[in-house]
C-alpha cells in the first residue's frame, strides 16, 4: 500500500527536484504545496490538508533562506523557520504522521577545524541560523520521532542559487571576486533529494539528525573556477578574496563542512563527489 507524502515548499530548489524524483514513483502518493496551496504558517490549515488526505510523512522543503535579508526581517523569518515547523510538528503528532525536516550548516558558528558531526554543539551567529536552530528544536521538542537532515550550499538548475549566478555573471563580467577562505561542500539539491527518498523509503523510520552534503570540500573561490571551467566561461577572470574584503549583512561560516558518517551508514547511501555532480547541473543548466 503507498504512503502518502506532503512536500512543502514545492516550488524551490529541493522542492522542484523531489517533484523530479517522484514524478513517476509508485511507492508514493505525492503532494506537492507551496504558499499558493497551503500556507504553512496556518496551523488550522496544515492540519486539514494533512489530516484530510491522510498523508503519512511530511518532508519539509520550505524555508526562509535569504540569509542577510533574515538579519532585518526576524519576524517573518521566525514564522517560516521556527512557527512553521512548528505547525508541521504538532500536526504530525496529532494525525499520526512523520516529519523530515531540512536544516542547514548554518546553526553551527563555522569556528571548527574538523567536520561538524550531529553531536557538535549548535552555536548560530545569524538571524537565519538562529531560527533554523530553533525549528530543530521545537520540531523534536513537539514530534521527538522526527527526522532533521542537516545540509550545506545547495544548488540546482531551479530558482537563484551560487551556479546559476556565477554563469550569468562569468558571461557578462571580465572579473569577479569571490571569497576563499569560506570552506564548505557544494550540495547538490539532486543528490540531497535522492537521500531523503532513501530515509523515507527505508524499512525502518530511524528518527534523529543527520547531516547531507556531496563529498570533498572547497571554497567558494574554487567552486566558481569549477563552475566556469565546465560551464567552458574563459573571458571572466575570477579573484581570490578574504572574508574581510567582502562584506556581508550577515556573517557566513568561516569553515561548514558536514559528516556523514552518520548518514551513509544508518542508509547506506552512496555520495557522489561534488564537482561530479556539478558537471552535470551545469550541462542541465548551459542546455536550457
Not at 514530534?143 to 551560487?162: E, H
Not at 533529494?193 to 532513501?198: E, G, L, P, Q, T
Not at 574554487?222 to 573571458?235: N, P, Q, V
Request: hydrophobic letters at 40%; glycine letters at 6%; one cysteine or more.
Amino acid at each position: 500500500m503507498s504512503k502518502n507524502l506532503l512536500i512543502t515548499g514545492a516550488n524551490g530548489q529541493l522542492g522542484n527536484e523531489m517533484r523530479n524524483l517522484l514524478a513517476s514513483n509508485r511507492q508514493f502518493n505525492s503532494f506537492f504545496a507551496d504558499i499558493d496551496t497551503l500556507d504553512i504558517t496556518d496551523a488550522h490549515a496544515v492540519y486539514h490538508f494533512v489530516e484530510s488526505n491522510k498523508i503519512d510523512i511530511i518532508i519539509n522543503c520550505a524555508a526562509y533562506t535569504a540569509v542577510d535579508s533574515a538579519e532585518d526581517d526576524l519576524v517573518a523569518c521566525a514564522k517560516i523557520n521556527v512557527e512553521a515547523v512548528g505547525n508541521l510538528a504538532g500536526t504530525a503528532r496529532n494525525c499520526g504522521a512523520k516529519v523530515l525536516h531540512v536544516s542547514t550548516d548554518y546553526v553551527f558558528d563555522g569556528f571548527n577545524y574538523q567536520p561538524y558531526t550531529e553531536e557538535d554543539v549548535t552555536n548560530p551567529k545569524t538571524v537565519y541560523g538562529i531560527t533554523k536552530r530553533d525549528g530543530e528544536r521545537l520540531l523534536l521538542k513537539t514530534a521527538p520521532d522526527s527526522i532533521v537532515v542537516r545540509t550545506a550550499w545547495l544548488y540546482s538548475p531551479y530558482g537563484k542559487n551560487f551556479v546559476k549566478t556565477m554563469i550569468n555573471l562569468g558571461r557578462e563580467k571580465g572579473q569577479l571576486r569571490v571569497v576563499c577562505d569560506q570552506i564548505g561542500t557544494p550540495t547538490c539539491a539532486a543528490d540531497l533529494a535522492a537521500a531523503i527518498y532513501a530515509i523515507v523509503s527505508a524499512a525502518e523510520w530511524l528518527p534523529g539528525i543527520y547531516h547531507f552534503s556531496d563529498e570533498g570540500v572547497c571554497s567558494w573561490y574554487d567552486f566558481a573556477k569549477a563552475i566556469h571551467r565546465l560551464a567552458g566561461i574563459t573571458t571572466c577572470k575570477v579573484v581570490p578574496v578574504k572574508t574581510k574584503e567582502y562584506p556581508t549583512r550577515a556573517m557566513r561560516p568561516l569553515y561548514s563542512v558536514l559528516d556523514k558518517s552518520k548518514i551513509k551508514q544508518t542508509f547506506g547511501i552512496e555520495i557522489p563527489y561534488w564537482e561530479e555532480s556539478l558537471e552535470k547541473c551545469v550541462t542541465t543548466i548551459i542546455n536550457q
